[in-house]
């Protein structure tokens, strides 16, 4: 009961109360409180002031402002309960997205280090071929190298040889035309003896032929022209094969150069796209790190939400129920107040 209300109904008393049955009762039937006790003190003085049509009407004015209160705090509480419920059930709703976008984020994080792994081996395996490649070209160079040293030095010791042999050749030719008697000098036959076996080699047949000779006549100097004839014969064609292998053997050499060259031009290509993608997933790893991170970040503030807001409407709701509680029972005491009053309406009038 508001002190209004109060102070009305004191202004219409004009004694003190005195003791009814009607009183009695309503000490008897309503429940002890504070409101209650108020209420009955009132009543005592209202009725005391034989005002029992205005108490009636005050009454009946305070039960409907009151039916009207619990009836507006009804609609509130449906109202503040509802927009809770409502906002809760978009929060469960926001949650349920954001706990589907990380597992989303997760697995594309999977996705990403999988493929930045496979990737991170095509990597070091191109480099490794380009490694091998390059040694392989290094290797061919050398060995080319070689081979062209090796060919120059036979060259060059053939066409030595060869120059000797034609020295004596001429020689021997020289001294078969001119019929010399004694054909040549034992200094000069020792000489081209140690020529042939220094060029030749000790065993060789030229070299066997002119040393184990008796003597050194026209028949011997012209067995040793036949056979040294042959000898430039096989070192000049030597020379030749030895020149067409090396016009065959550059060609070799630039097709397998060229091969390395178009092989890791090939895989400079691939290692290039390689390392490009690699850095792109690593950047798209690194945002969908982040994004992960955000994303629970933004999981457990909803989660805190949706605890914080039903904590607020369970208390909300305790506090309405408590309120609603009051009310009705002081909606409850001016029912049955009235109703007492009511039933002993005559007797009070007396």
Known sequence: ???????????????????SPALQQLRHKLESNEYNSQLVDMLELSVAGGQIDRVFELLQKMIDDLT???????????????????SI??????LAQLQNEVQTTNRKIGEITQSISTLTSTSVSIKKQL?????????????????????????????????????IHNRLVKAVLSNQG??????????????????????????????LSAKFDELTAKKAIELIEQIIA????????????QTAAEQNFNSLINEVSILREKLGQDNQKTSSTLKNKQNDLKIAQRR??????????????IETTRVQKDLYDSNFRSNASKREGQLNSLKTAFQILRDNEQALKK
């Open 1 to 19: 009961m508001s002190h209004k209300s109060l102070l009305v109904l004191l202004l219409i008393t004009i004694a003190i109360a005195t003791e």
């Open 131 to 167: 490694e091998t490649i390059n040694q392989r070209e290094e290797q061919i160079r050398n060995n080319r190298a070689k081979e062209i040293q090796s060919v120059e030095t036979k060259q060059t010791a053939s066409q030595k040889t060869l120059e000797t042999l034609e020295e």
């Open 68 to 86: 009207g209160q619990i009836n507006s705090a009804n609609l509130e509480h449906a109202s503040r309960m509802a927009a809770f419920q409502l």
């Open 182 to 211: 004694s054909f040549l000098e034992e200094t000069e036959k020792q000489e081209i003896i140690n020529q042939v076996k220094q060029e030749l080699g000790l065993t060789h047949p030229l070299a066997l032929l002119l040393d």
């Open 89 to 94: 059930e978009q929060l469960e709703a926001n």
């Open 234 to 245: 096989s070192i000049k064609e030597s020379q030749q094969f030895r020149e067409q292998n």
């Open 292 to 305: 992960n991170k955000q994303l629970s970040l933004n999981q457990e503030n909803t989660q805190q939400l």
